[in-house]
């Protein structure tokens, strides 16, 4: 069974919109937070109380609208710096499930997203997981020289002997 | 800084910026003084090492008397693997030979991955005794890096050194008393050429977990011991902690657990790369992150 989830294909359409992130990000945000079935998030630094503007649609299979239809309401707004959270539910193939988000936004970015599994089911874990990192920005890379830096912080550069155990495998692989 | 060394030392370049100056004799007998006592620890701990008390440990049960850093090891290390509910665990080193990252570097699978016994039918410590029950290989490449570098940082300042850093592999220390702060940039694991992003830390260590290097027929550095694979959902962690033994071992328990199963017992700052290019990170991260859609949005 597919469950690939519309709300996945939602957030690809929002980072493919490239408009701003809040607008993109927080629409889908509305979107998916409709389709789990809850209406009110709650700031812990502010009690902001806000609508969903799509209407649940749970289906069976745990779909949710298509960004399309939902308002963006995010565009007459601007999100005040804070913390917000919400728990939602909805029924999934396995059963009904609930998840707890977390979003931090300072200067309308969301700049964390946090989901708090409370599923047991393992396609529900993976689903929430890939629901909670599609809202990180997505980072690009710019050249070291171009960025003023002292020092790298990365992997760590591979042993000698490692290096050439691999450089000897590609050998033996293509003799 | 007022002196440089460079070298290489445990499989990876080591970088020191000394800010004391120094005499060239004073620099000399420094270096010295860094290397030996790297080469102290790495004869007790290395599992690469034929003549190491940790190879003797995997192969003859007993009673092993181990040095004072033992101590701080193998605590954090119990910290960690409790908290991560046995992910995290010194008893990885045969899990991860058998995939083929052994001492001899054979990168191919040698017989069938099993999950490692748990510490306590394995090995008890304590203070500096390891009781050795079944001998095991311990790999204690999570953390001990970074255990390293606090060690090295403290002979440091015994010294007298009050400025300096420490960057072995790019898992840094850097302690001042200028106020300077230190940019580290973030090495995306997709090109090292290019940074996603800056951190500033200031008498705190930043270290950083890919998955890019060491890769071999599926598998990179960090194995999941109960999965038997490792782990694909994120790329690259980073972690800023008061300790590079602490952002060392949290870099790779970052892989097993969320920040929000450590955050209540350990304080530190972090960011995580996951396989989409997205960056997690959190709110009190020193950081500018390089984004799409970053700025003014509208």
């Known amino acids: 069974m597919n469950e690939q989830p519309q709300p996945g294909a939602a957030v690809g359409q929002a980072k493919k919109s490239n408009k701003g992130p809040l607008i993109g990000v927080a629409a889908v945000a509305i979107v998916v937070l409709a389709a789990v079935g809850f209406t009110k998030l709650s700031s812990k630094d502010d009690t902001r109380d806000l609508d969903a503007a799509a209407t649940p649609n749970t289906n069976g299979n745990g779909n949710a609208s298509p960004a399309g239809s939902a308002e963006p309401v995010a565009s007459t707004h601007a999100y005040k710096d804070g913390t917000y959270t919400a728990t939602g539910s909805y029924t999934s193939p396995a059963g009904p499930e609930t998840v707890t988000i977390t979003l931090t936004v300072k200067g309308d970015v969301i700049t964390d997203a946090t989901g708090v599994s409370n599923t047991t089911h393992p396609t529900s874990k993976n689903f929430q997981g890939m629901f909670v990192s599609n809202f990180a920005p997505m980072v690009i890379g710019k050249d070291l020289s171009s960025v003023s830096l002292t020092k790298v912080s990365g992997s760590s550069l591979t042993p000698k002997g490692f290096n050439d155990a691999v450089a000897d495998i590609r050998a033996e692989a293509e003799a | ?298």
């Open chain 2, 1 to 298: 800084m007022a002196s440089v060394f460079t070298f290489d030392a445990i499989g990876t370049r080591w970088v020191i910026d000394i800010g004391t100056p120094l005499s060239p004799l004073g620099e000399k007998s420094l270096l010295s003084d860094i290397r030996e006592r790297i080469d102290v620890y790495d004869r007790v701990y290395s599992r690469f090492r034929e003549d190491s008390v940790v190879t003797q440990m995997s192969r003859v049960p007993g009673t092993y008397e181990l040095p004072a850093d033992s101590h701080a090891l193998f605590a954090l290390y119990r910290k960690f693997y409790e908290l991560t509910e046995g992910k995290l665990t010194p008893l990885i080193g045969d899990l991860i030979s058998a995939a083929g990252y052994d001492a001899s570097y054979t990168l191919r699978k040698r017989g069938i991955p099993q999950p490692p016994l748990p510490w306590d039918e394995v090995m008890s410590f304590d203070a500096g005794t390891l009781t050795m029950r079944k001998p095991t290989l311990i790999d204690i490449g999570a953390g001990g890096k970074g255990h390293l570098i606090d060690i090295i940082g403290a002979l440091l300042v015994e010294k007298g050194i009050g400025t300096y850093t420490i960057d072995a592999g790019g898992d840094i220390l850097y302690r001042t008393e200028t106020g300077v702060k230190l940019r580290v940039g973030l090495e995306d694991p997709r090109d090292d050429s290019k940074a996603i992003g800056i951190v500033w830390i200031e008498n705190q260590s930043i270290c950083g977990s890919a998955g890019n290097r060491r890769t071999w027929e599926g598998y990179h550095h960090i194995i999941d011991p109960y999965a038997l694979q490792s782990p694909r959902h994120l790329v690259s962690v980073w972690v800023v902690a008061e300790s590079a033994f602490l952002a060392d071992l949290l870099s790779t328990a970052l892989y097993f657990v969320e920040p929000e199963t450590l955050l209540p017992h350990v304080s530190f700052s972090y960011a995580l790369m996951t396989a989409e290019g997205g960056l997690v990170y959190s709110p009190d991260l020193p950081a500018e992150i390089f984004s799409v859609g970053n700025g003014p949005m509208l």
